[in-house]
């Protein structure tokens, strides 16, 4: 149960607007959370409050992103339109997902937020694509596609429409 005053949702989306920004521009291993505070107008403790260290913050701001991206309006999006959502998303924040995939090997805790705020939804995005086959090889196809994605992504190699058309091919023999 939390104590104190409850957070102000203005100042917390200035502060993850803040760290999003700055970490777009500076990179993740030059932004403190000082630098945070200071762009959102906020107190540093605040940010020590709300959260249990900048990786945290970053992850968390970056889920903002993602959840606000655009999404197709379709009733059952297609594997393939959901396949090239999730690249567009990694390959626009590549460098912080590597930066937060790297830190999160050395941070527990934020190694379990990663895999539960982006990892698992994106996961459940291409399970719901893949409803019509049998539960074992829809987990296969998603299991492949993921880490397709994620290795590409921590290799900084493209996630680009050729790729999109390879993965897909892996999965159709499935």
Same mark, same amino acid.
């Given at each position: ?6 957070? /102000? ?12 920004? *700055?970490? *777009? &521009?500076? =990179? ?43 999404? #197709? +309006?379709?009733?059952?999006? +297609?594997?393939? +339109?959901?396949?090239?959502?999730? $690249? @567009?998303?990694?390959? &626009? ?7 937060? #995939? ?5 941070? %527990?805790?934020?190694?379990?937020? !990663? ?7 994106? =996961?459940?995005? *291409?399970?719901? $694509? *893949?409803? /019509?086959?049998?539960?074992? /090889? @829809? ?6 596609? +993921? =880490? !397709?994605?994620?290795?590409? !992504? #921590?290799?900084? %190699? ?17």
């Amino acid at each position: 149960m939390r104590t104190g005053r409850p957070r /102000d949702e203005r100042v917390r989306l200035a502060i993850l607007t803040a760290a999003q920004e *700055l970490v *777009l &521009e500076k =990179g993740y291993a030059a932004v403190t959370t000082a630098d945070v505070a200071a762009r959102a107008g906020a107190g540093k403790q605040t940010i020590y409050r709300w959260w249990p260290g900048k990786g945290a913050l970053v992850l968390d701001a970056f889920s903002e992103w993602v959840s606000q991206a655009p999404r #197709m +309006s379709r009733h059952k999006p +297609s594997l393939s +339109s959901t396949l090239v959502e999730f $690249c @567009r998303g990694a390959a &626009e924040a590549a460098p912080v997902l590597r930066a937060l #995939m790297a830190e999160a090997q050395f941070d %527990e805790d934020l190694h379990r937020r !990663l895999i539960a705020q982006l990892v698992r939804p994106r =996961g459940d995005e *291409l399970r719901a $694509c *893949l409803a /019509d086959r049998r539960p074992a /090889d @829809r987990e296969l196809v998603v299991n492949v596609l +993921s =880490g !397709l994605v994620w290795q590409r !992504l #921590m290799l900084n %190699e493209p996630l680009d429409a050729r790729f999109v058309r390879f993965a897909l091919r892996v999965v159709q023999r499935i």
